[in-house]
């Protein structure tokens, strides 16, 4: 399985943005959909956005409200999340993980390789 390592979280303020970056090994984002979830302490995991491997990429409209956006430049192995705007209710821990082709799934249980996570957290 690949080996996906999240990075970029950190403490800001509410307004403040990130950019979150999974890396991968090469060839994983040509071949696996991609998701970005988060899960907050006592909370079920939360399907945050995904990119199909041809780039179609899809959000969770309800929670990131159009301020979170999903990138892979052509050169790179490396997946961001761009979340601007942050808030409060934002903060928690964020994984990257893989799942087979197909279109961006919002399904937990279609993903089958995790990073080990980053916190982000902002405060109020």
């Known amino acids: 399985q690949a080996q996906l390592v999240e990075s970029g979280g950190g403490l800001v303020q509410a307004g403040d943005s990130l950019r979150l970056s999974c890396t991968a090994p090469?060839?994983?984002?040509?071949?696996?959909?991609m998701g970005w979830f988060r899960q907050a302490p006592g909370k079920e995991r939360e399907f945050v956005g995904a990119r199909s491997r041809i780039g179609t990429t899809a959000y969770n409209e309800d929670a990131v409200k159009g301020r979170f956006t999903i990138s892979k430049p052509n050169a790179k192995d490396t997946m961001y999340l761009q979340m601007n705007n942050l808030k409060p209710e934002d903060t928690a821990t964020y994984y990257c993980a893989a799942a087979q082709p197909g279109s961006p799934s919002r399904d937990v249980t279609s993903y089958t390789n995790w990073g080990q996570g980053t916190q982000v957290t902002v405060s109020s």
């Open positions: 090469p060839r994983t984002f040509g071949w696996y959909t």
